[in-house]
């Protein structure tokens, strides 16, 4: 039944003119066309996804968790790559992870994301770029870290990916991650191949529409913060971002999340995101820039897990 040696997955929403071009590039692939498949995804794009000679599986709304689960369960191939509707490949991308489950029998393989290269030329792009690349690899192989994980260019075998349970489908953010840890946790590798590169063609090309974005993340992070809380990273998410525990912490983080709070107000974000864009214009080199790109960016952050908080705060 599983004769084909990949299937590419490729979730989507109302980005028919993108999918288009990353579909394109899944199709110039250096392999047979009968060695993979492409599996697009529709989670109830208006107008519906179309796009010719591939198949395309149409949902409503199921958001991208169950999306990739479904496009898996329609898949033939032994391998499963998923990537995300705003990435550029090269003709070698399918191949390269395929040979990584060659060379690993049990892993997860992720790929390299990179930025738009004339987007990484420009103040922001720099920041951005500087801050993606923290955590990411020097080399190429198995990685430590337990939850090492980006679904927007990954692989795995698709028997291990149903035997994992796909992805939790509750989660809508940091389930690439869940994942990775339930899969570790039965001695799963994690690998990482700088080769299998995916240009990340995005629409978060400014501070505002980038702190939109992690606002929104660390909104629907805090589901998997209460499944995983004693992960490292989560437990850094709620200790910076937490309520106030006068006496219970450090006087310094106490502080802090009264500046956060402060800095949260609409008219201080307002005052504070003009003050960046003069910098942009007159000083785009400046440190005092990448600080206020750092402020704006954590102050977002700790609005939107701060609201979860909240929110699941007066449901319980």
């Not at 498949?37 to 599986?57: A, L, T």
């Not at 149409?58 to 990739?68: D, I, P, Q, T, Y």
């Not at 060659?102 to 790929?111: F, H, L, M, P, Q």
């Amino acid at each position: 039944m599983f004769s084909l040696l990949a299937s590419v997955v490729v979730p989507t929403y109302n980005r028919q003119n993108q999918i288009l071009k990353t579909v394109e590039a899944l199709r110039r692939q250096n392999l047979p066309k009968d060695a993979y498949e492409i599996i697009v995804v529709d989670d109830g794009s208006i107008p519906p996804v179309q796009i010719e000679n591939v198949e395309v599986v149409r949902l409503e709304n199921v958001e991208r968790s169950a999306a990739r689960n479904a496009g898996a369960e329609k898949s033939c191939g032994k391998i499963l790559i998923f990537v995300d509707d705003d990435m550029m490949v090269g003709a070698d991308f399918v191949q390269s992870h395929i040979d990584a489950h060659r060379e690993w029998a049990n892993a997860i393989a992720i790929g390299q994301i990179s930025l738009q290269e004339d987007f990484v030329k420009t103040s922001f792009g720099r920041f951005r770029h500087n801050l993606e690349m923290t955590n990411v690899p020097s080399a190429r192989g198995v990685v430590e870290s337990k939850n090492f994980c980006a679904a927007g260019n990954m692989s795995i075998r698709r028997e291990r990916f149903f035997t994992l349970g796909g992805f939790d489908k509750n989660l809508n953010s940091g389930e690439d991650q869940d994942l990775a840890i339930r899969h570790t946790s039965l001695n799963g590798e994690i690998v990482f191949l700088p080769e299998s590169v995916g240009v990340h063609y995005d629409t978060a090309l400014d501070i505002r529409s980038y702190c939109r974005r992690n606002e929104w993340g660390h909104f629907y992070v805090y589901k998997f913060c209460r499944k995983h809380p004693d992960l490292p990273d989560n437990i850094a998410r709620a200790t910076a971002n937490g309520f106030i525990q006068f006496g219970n912490e450090p006087l310094k983080l106490s502080v802090s999340k009264i500046i956060k709070s402060f800095l949260s107000l609409p008219p201080i974000v307002s005052l504070m995101f003009s003050f960046t864009r003069l910098l942009e214009r007159f000083a785009p080199n400046s440190y005092l820039l990448v600080r206020f790109y750092h402020l704006l960016l954590g102050t977002h952050i700790f609005r939107g897990f701060r609201r979860a908080l909240k929110q699941n705060s007066n449901v319980n």
